[in-house]
């Protein structure tokens, strides 16, 4: 049973425009969200992170949105970059815990 | 700062022979993870040590995967005997634990084929 959904495997953006990715979960007690992105023949990089007291964290050109009534999250990128190319994977975590799930990644790709 | 570094990056042998992949962490973290990464099943967790303890291996798929961490500074995943299932990539990721919300930080991965 997947807890972390990732429902997108694919997307594809426009240089300059905005990039959205989303994630959903099912189990509520996670509380700490984050976001990675993965090259070809990399391990995965952490790009992002948000509690869930929060509902926006931003870094640069990089926002992740989280709505915990409809356990949803979403990862914006503005302006979208061709380096911005890559797999992104959701993670969560609960009650303080190591351990993260993660979604199945959305492959971005941004188009020159 | 040196990233997490895994050895090797290839590995490709026959059915029933042992594998033993390598994982030195970040200097300063004390958390480290095994995931392994297929396409049916994503990024899955397979063990993770805090303080070179093994603290949760319910991942693990079955006793032919064992996982160690001797010292700091080194751990190891062997697979004995190995199945063609197992063929995936496996990643070593690290963590300073201490502090609450570090991320983790992870390897380029061992690519792994059983033939």
């Known amino acids: 049973d997947q807890q972390v959904k990732q429902n997108s495997p694919s997307l594809s953006v426009q240089e300059g425009r905005i990039s959205i990715l989303n994630c959903d979960y099912t189990?509520?007690?996670?509380?700490?969200f984050l976001w990675y992105k993965k090259y070809p023949a990399e391990g995965p990089t952490f790009l992002i992170s948000i509690s869930s007291i929060k509902d926006k964290n931003e870094d640069g050109r990089f926002t992740v949105f989280l709505n915990k009534s409809a356990k949803h999250l979403s990862l914006h990128i503005v302006p979208s970059q061709p380096g911005d190319s890559a797999v992104y994977f959701c993670a969560a975590s609960q009650g303080g815990s190591e351990k993260l799930v993660f979604g199945k990644g959305t492959k971005l790709t941004v188009n020159p | 700062d040196a990233g997490v570094i895994q050895s090797p990056r290839h590995e490709v042998t026959e059915m029933g022979q042992e594998v033993t992949l390598r994982c030195k962490p970040i200097s300063g973290h004390n958390s480290l993870f095994w995931y392994r990464q297929t396409m049916m099943r994503g990024l899955e967790l397979l063990i993770y040590?805090?303080?070179?303890?093994?603290?949760?291996d319910s991942g693990m798929p079955e006793d032919r995967f064992s996982a160690k961490m001797p010292n700091a500074s080194f751990s190891t995943l062997k697979i004995q005997p190995s199945e063609p299932r197992d063929s995936a990539v496996y990643f070593c990721?690290?963590?300073?634990?201490?502090?609450?919300?570090?991320?983790?930080?992870f390897g380029d991965g061992t690519r792994l084929s059983i033939l």
């Open positions: 990721a690290s963590r300073r634990g201490s502090r609450e919300n570090q991320p983790q930080h």
């Open positions: 040590f805090n303080n070179n303890v093994p603290i949760d």
């Open positions: 189990n509520s007690m996670f509380d700490y």
